[in-house]
């Protein structure tokens, strides 16, 4: 393997840059040739920019090589990633040695040695992962689930490999405590190399002092309160402090069970656009226990997209009853309109949190009465950043989009007082 200087030197005769300098655990991960590599650290900690520099070098250097950048929603990746990217691309774009294919919003990069870049989102893959990938890069991987990040370890096997080595790189923030790469990293699987503020050259000078755009930087982040401030500043893979569901325990909780065990499928949707909107698919044993069993989690969809997803899922489980938040009457309208089954919740928040609540204790038997997926790993991450408002008896809005869902689904069938009842389409609950 050629040294991280000549890396450099390939890409000055290329492109005529000046180069990138990365520090800490960015020059970690530049050197490292691990099956599965993930650097993550707090915001503004370079982590991103350590990424980009890593696949568009690969690219440079292995011609002929594939390699893939993706995010979980392919939307997220322009105003963010992509913005990135572009900068670290920008002079071999203006010389010709690189090409942008879709625009605006691009699909691929394509390098004059035969090297491609493809991209996309692990909502509709197919194109990118369409065949092996020498070297694929993660952005966000704590908005992961187990299934994505499993699906692209099996696209970088080595099969058919330009590069001497194969790889998947990913950057995250912190997220909870006993998130799926928390787990990965504890079984070996993955190499964890955490980033701090100091490895960032736009905070930290060279000789240890901060840089004018790094004072107002972290001052920003220094400023922020709770589970955000120990995430993102201080970069900390915490459960939240005065988590409104403190009983959840990831060991406990977060359980796959088959869908034979369920006699019931219920379906309970929180209305959002600019924040998500969340269907939730609840699967009810002969026992009356509860199994959050798949999410559809999504920002900036249309109501047209909700119902048809709804309606999809509806068929394929049978499902006799889909909950909503009352309050979203044209939702609810547009869902029975299509014939879908579609009652509003009622109740106080409160009381709500207190169903979810005794649901989570473990029963007698050393079973609680609602487990979720490890493939919903943003239900999963609420519940362990859902928190008090400090001194009060009400929670933060923030981190309970799948958590209102569920309190809907809970309030619904109990009728509020903890009995679970049977609703029936076009009867007196109708």
């Keep these: 393997m050629l040294c991280y200087y000549e890396y450099m030197t390939t890409y000055k005769l290329i492109c005529g840059g000046d180069g990138y300098k990365p520090y800490g655990a960015a020059e970690q991960m530049m050197y490292c040739q691990d099956r599965e590599v993930l650097i993550e650290g707090g915001s503004e900690t370079g982590k991103t920019l350590a990424c980009c520099w890593k696949i568009h070098l690969c690219a440079i250097k292995y011609p002929g090589s594939q390699l893939a950048m993706v995010r979980k929603v392919n939307n997220s990746m322009y105003g963010t990633v992509l913005k990135t990217f ?147 500043f201080e970069g900390l893979w915490v459960t939240a402090e005065g988590a409104v569901y403190d009983i959840f325990d990831y060991t406990v909780h977060v359980q796959e069970r088959p869908d034979s065990e369920m006699v019931e499928w219920y379906l309970s ?82 009381d709500g949190i207190h169903l979810v609540q005794d649901a989570l204790k473990v029963q007698g038997d050393g079973k609680p009465r609602l487990t979720i997926s490890k493939t919903c790993v943003n239900g999963i991450n609420e519940f362990e950043s859902y928190i008090w408002k400090p001194g009060k008896d009400e929670p933060v809005k923030d981190n309970d989009h799948e958590l209102d869902a569920v309190r809907y689904y809970y309030t619904h069938i109990t009728g509020g007082v903890g009995e679970t009842k049977i609703y029936v389409f076009g009867g007196n609950n109708a």
Excluded: C
């Excluded at 370890?153 to 001497?164: C, D, F, L, N, Q």
């Excluded at 889909?322 to 106080?348: M, Q, S, T, W, Y």
């Design 269 to 350: 949707i929180d209305e959002g656009y600019t924040n998500p909107a969340v269907i939730t698919m609840i699967g009810m044993d002969s026992d009356k226990r509860a199994h959050i069993a798949r999410e559809w989690y999504h920002t900036g969809k249309l109501q047209s997209e909700i119902i048809q997803v709804t309606k999809d899922w509806t068929l394929e489980k049978n499902v006799r009853t889909v909950i909503v938040d009352e309050a979203a009457a044209g939702l609810i309208a547009d869902l029975r309109n299509n014939g879908i089954p579609a009652f509003g919740a009622k109740g106080k928040v409160l």
């Design 86 to 232: 572009a900068r670290v691309v920008k002079e071999a774009v203006e010389v010709g040695t690189v090409k942008v294919y879709g625009g605006e919003k691009p699909e691929m990069y394509l390098y004059d040695n035969g090297s491609t870049i493809w991209v996309g989102g692990m909502d509709n893959p197919d194109k990118i992962l369409s065949s092996e990938r020498d070297l694929i890069y993660y952005n966000q991987a704590e908005e992961s689930n187990v299934d994505e990040w499993e699906k692209l370890v099996t696209r970088t096997t080595g099969r058919s490999a330009i590069m001497p080595y194969t790889q998947l790189i990913a950057d995250a923030n912190p997220a909870g405590s006993k998130h799926h790469l928390m787990e990965r990293r504890v079984s070996g699987r993955l190499t964890w190399l955490h980033s701090v503020h100091k490895d960032n050259p736009t905070i930290y000078n060279r000789d240890g002092t901060l840089t004018a755009y790094g004072i107002k930087a972290l001052d920003d982040l220094a400023s922020m309160t709770g589970i955000r401030r120990k995430r993102l």
